[in-house]
């Protein structure tokens, strides 16, 4: 999902519908090279990996046609150009909860794992997991697939380098 997204973040608007062919090709060949992921447990873990990819990817397709039309019109992507739709549901949303908040506040001083967002937090399981997932649609987290810790992404300590501007009257 972090090749995905780092993918999106980079993408030229023209390349992002072969992006998007390309990527369900090469998850159709991994569930080929390794049937084993058609049986469980594999399959509940592969199912969630497909339809955060396919969020991922209905984003990848919105963003992308909201850069060419702006590429075509020759202009640079403003803040007044970006759809008010995707500004709420991927900036605001997202951190209007003051437990996503306090968690990417956190975040911004380092990773931490499942169970010290819980500690932080007082959330477990699903409900946790709701709040983690919603970071991570957003782009503001990560997932690290090395050590399991959730980092903040660029995007994520950038809009938290901006809010500690707002607040400190720079």
Known sequence: MCRLKESAERMDPDE???????????????????????QKPCISCFQVYTTERDQLMKAIGELSLTRSGLKRQGQISYMKDLPDEMV????????????????????????????????????????????VTRLIEAELVAKDATSGQYLITEKGFGLMEMIKKMYSGL
């Open 16 to 38: 992002a519908d072969d992006f998007l062919k390309n990527q369900i090709q090469i998850d159709d060949e991994l569930m080929n090279k390794y049937p084993e992921l058609r």
């Open 88 to 131: 709420l549901s991927r900036i605001i949303e997202p951190l209007s909860h003051p437990v996503r908040f306090s968690m990417i506040k956190a975040l911004s001083r380092g990773g931490m794992s499942y169970k010290e967002l819980s500690t932080l937090t007082g959330y477990k399981g699903g409900h946790l997991l709701f709040h």
